[in-house]
């Protein structure tokens, strides 16, 4: 899958996810809306979940994966104004050094590979996240709920199994 993200770089750039994806050739930057193509759009503020149903069909939209790159602090206010099938990652949990264990706030390289995983795209998962020191430690951390989201046929069955986890939280 394509891998494009909407750059905003407000944060540390030598902790910047995206920046080292696009380094090594696994991402395209751009730093606008308008250069940014459809995709489906990972937004933590979607009303729909990811599952590997938003994988069929046709088009270049299914075969793009978007991101907006910008921190924590004004996800809420940037605009996901970006075209596209907007989606939202079910319950994971960071394994990167900034955000280790905290549920939802994932970066940029950990909502790719979680996603990766969830449209069947394990593979591609690995390879980005193995430019990562702690890369491996994202996969160890969500290896069953991404296993569980990857063999859901909607959008409900991954709210479900994400009810799961949040009911033992």
């Not at 991402?27 to 990811?50: K, M, Y």
Request: overall charge negative.
């Amino acid at each position: 899958m394509e891998l494009h993200v909407r750059y905003e770089g407000d944060d540390d750039p030598d902790k910047c996810s995206a920046r080292r994806l696009a380094q090594f050739d696994h991402a395209e930057l751009h730093r606008s809306t308008r250069s940014t193509p459809p995709g489906i759009v990972l937004n933590p503020f979607a009303d729909q979940a990811l599952s590997p149903a938003d994988r069929e069909g046709t088009g270049s939209r299914r075969d793009r994966l978007v991101a907006l790159d910008c921190s924590w602090e004004t996800a809420e206010r940037e605009a996901f104004d970006l075209e596209g099938i907007h989606r939202s990652l079910p319950f994971l949990v960071a394994g990167n050094p900034v955000n280790y264990g905290t549920a939802f706030q994932l970066n940029t390289v950990e909502a790719f590979a979680g996603a990766l995983c969830i449209l069947g795209e394990r593979e591609q998962a690995e390879e980005i996240l193995s430019v990562f020191s702690w890369g491996h430690t994202f996969l160890e951390l969500n290896e069953e709920p991404l296993e569980r989201y990857a063999a859901c046929a909607d959008s409900a069955a991954v709210l479900a199994v994400q009810d799961d986890y949040l009911a033992d939280e």
